[in-house]
């Protein structure tokens, strides 16, 4: 018995398109990014591969993104549960700042170390900044000192695995085919905890926009392929080396 899993990040985001540091900034997707999602939904189709569950981040560009490619795929009307565990990774302080910008002042280490090292945060946000989440009523419920101000990739994955083990892994065992919507960097933590990938490695791992990326899991849910396998490998291929760029 094998299990299925379909990672899908969401389209282009204004701020992508914008090339800001994004985090918990509730962006929209631009009409390309709707593009993306549309192309996702009909890969899902194409490949026969269907969702009988949905899990989202509490993000409007993840969540747009999901019912996109579901309606696309007619599976507008599967179960769907969101989680600020599906979140992207809290940018902190740099939410709303320039990436070329933000390389050119603090140079590319700094920029690497911020953007894709495992365990380095970037500075945390102050409460009155016009990009933070202070007071935002999608987190009403969270316990304050579970509202990040910041978070490096190590954070992201210590979040989001409660939400895999809790939500997603009894579906995947009841043998359903579970899609996940959710961002670049959480979607990286994932991806580095099912292919157990080492905390240096994952610096160089990028998650294309749009593209589904379907994972077939043994029996303890580790990979039969690992990295699983992009439905549109040359689309995913041109948007990693994109997301790769970002800032240059
Ligand atoms: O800005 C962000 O929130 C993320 C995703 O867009 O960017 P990066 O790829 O630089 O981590």
């Not at 192309?39 to 569950?53: C, N, Q, S, T, Y």
């Not at 769907?80 to 990774?89: A, F, K």
């Not at 953007?115 to 945060?121: E, N």
């Not at 009841?174 to 979607?187: F, K, P």
Request: a negative charge; one cysteine or more.
């Amino acid at each position: 018995m094998t299990y299925r899993l379909v990672l899908l990040r969401h389209g282009e985001s204004e701020w992508n398109a914008k090339n800001l540091f994004t985090g918990w900034v509730d962006v929209d997707l631009t009409a390309a990014g709707e593009a993306e999602a549309r192309r996702g939904g009909e890969l899902l189709a194409e490949r026969g591969i269907l969702p009988d569950v949905l899990h989202t981040s509490v993000l409007r560009r993840a969540v747009r993104t999901a019912n996109i490619a579901l309606d696309v795929a007619d599976r507008l009307w599967v179960p769907v549960r969101r989680s600020w565990r599906l979140n992207e990774r809290h940018y902190g302080a740099l939410q709303g700042k320039n990436k070329k910008q933000t390389l050119e002042t603090y140079g590319e280490e700094q920029f690497m170390l911020w953007r894709r090292s495992y365990d380095t945060p970037p500075p945390p946000i102050e409460d009155d900044d016009e990009y933070a989440q202070t007071g935002d009523p999608r987190y009403a419920d969270l316990p304050p000192e579970l509202l990040p101000r910041t978070e490096c990739l190590k954070d992201v994955l210590e979040r989001a695995l409660p939400y895999w083990y809790d939500a997603i892994v009894p579906e995947l065992r009841r043998g359903l085919t579970v899609a996940v919507a959710a961002h670049g960097n959480s979607l990286r933590a994932l991806v580095k905890h099912l292919d157990d990938i080492s905390d240096e490695a994952i610096a160089g791992l990028n998650i294309p926009t749009g593209v589904p990326l379907v994972y077939e899991l043994d029996e303890s849910l580790r990979p039969v392929t690992r990295g699983g396998e992009y439905l549109d490998p040359d689309a995913a291929a041109a948007a990693i080396e994109a997301v790769k760029n970002q800032g240059r």
